[in-house]
């Protein structure tokens, strides 16, 4: 089974992917035989995370293979809540994930401003998925040790990273890679070679990615099933909210 930790709903403004549509989302799902998704929407990114994060409920209430996944903000300015209003309102809206875009939105994922939010995160049981372009390294190893709680998936690495990813999977217990982008020769049988499948999360970056891409990857991977099964769901399943999935 394969569950898509990285996708995404709602149009895409800069590139001709589609219009972001449900029925778009689950026909591509279907072609790829991935069985359920965690989505986000363009409007929480490339808006206003407070109107998106309305906007994403909405349109996966009736679509159970769709799993919302909230954007965060820092509870500073209050735009989405103070954090445990925020986190209230995911859990209620059967969020199962939070997603944060720091470079794109302006503040620093490991500063002040934000150890309230990511506190909330943790203690709900929430994971944060964030992509390698919206932070640096140093900034997610000093989340994850002054947030031991928190699980967080660093997505769209490429293969230059590889270097900086294996020493913060080397010195923290709660970071994971995942799958989307990650295009090296043989660099996913050495991540599980040296790190376990445990630390690895399939996601596809649908629409933005070719979602062949990522399903390729781990299925033509020179690895034996049991670590096939545990990245394309298991470890995920894992990282959820109990009854998330």
Known sequence: MLIDADAMLGRYP???VGTGSITEALDRMDRFGIAEAVVSHTLSWLHDPATGNRELLGLVADHSRLRPCWV???GTCGETGTPDEFVTGALEGGVCAVRAYPADHGYDLA???CAAMLTAVAEAG???LVDAAQTGWAAVESVAA???KLRVVVGAIGYRQL???AGVLSRTGNVYLGLANLSSHCGLEW???RYGERRLVFGTGAPLR???????RLLWAELDDAAVAAIGAGTLLELLPVGAM
């Open 146 to 148: 002054a947030h031991p």
């Open 14 to 16: 800069r590139r001709d």
């Open 126 to 128: 929430l994971p944060l």
């Open 163 to 165: 270097r900086q990813a």
């Open 210 to 216: 070719d979602p062949a891409e990522a399903v390729t």
């Open 191 to 193: 991540l599980v070679e």
């Open 72 to 74: 965060m903000l820092p």
């Open 111 to 113: 500063g002040r401003d």
